[in-house]
């Protein structure tokens, strides 16, 4: 991956974030499933991110979050060596927030390649904050250098999370959060998967875990958080796997080694 490919990413990220606010404050919602909402917003960032992509890159994969595009080729996620580059595309990751006219929502653009995602676009809007990052090179905030906190000790840390749309009292995801709740100084529900590992990336989060999301919803922010020195793993220990997200990112060695059996 280079400039050419985060350039263009960069163009299509603000694209989509240009028809997220133009529609705002007049967005049409509905339900994919119950309590699970989009929007009119979703769908119009989402073609003006494809169309920029696809306009530069024409011979890429494409998988988005709405309008069907759910799956990535066989080949892209068996990681053929002849698979295209594929983009993966949140045209609106925290579309609960949005529609609620809160902060805390996100476009969110990746490219795997290779088997592995490679280069991570984030951009939230309404603070005209870009989060990015390529492998291998670093992650920066509007060109500042990030880097994951120094927060050993989970009685210390700030932690997020993330639960699934309709989750019940009875779900595992829910145990979890009490048993962290417990051991941290604070835990958080911000509604937003792309912007939560971004802030572990930044420091402003010691951790974040879910096991919920989509891959669309983590695999921008797999990149930025990586290249920012944070650890990221499956949320039992086991290897991450960019398709099935269910995982946890800490700021370092020590605080991801805590976290772990609270999570498994």
Known sequence: MDQQHLDVAVEAAR???????????????????????VTDADLASQHAIRQRLQAAFPDYAFVGEEEG?????????????????????????????????????????????RGKMRLGVILDPTRDELFTAIDGQGAQANGRVMESSDCQQIGNSLIACSFKAGVQSDDPEVGRFVRVLEQCRSLRRLGSCALNMCYVADGRLDAYWATGVAAWDSAAGTVIARESG??????????????????????NTSLHQSLLPLLS
């Open 230 to 251: 944070a650890v990221l793993t499956a949320y039992n220990g086991d290897g991450f796997d960019d398709w099935n997200p269910k995982f946890v990112v800490a700021a």
């Open 15 to 37: 694209a989509g974030a240009k028809e997220l606010m133009a529609r705002r404050d007049d967005r049409v919602v509905s339900e994919k499933s119950p309590k699970d909402l």
């Open 69 to 113: 595009e759910n799956d990535p080729p066989e080949s892209v996620r068996r990681g053929d060596p002849d698979a295209p580059p594929c983009w993966v595309v949140d045209p609106l990751d925290g579309t609960v927030n949005y529609v609620h006219r809160l902060q805390s929502f996100a476009v969110s653009i990746a490219l795997y390649a």
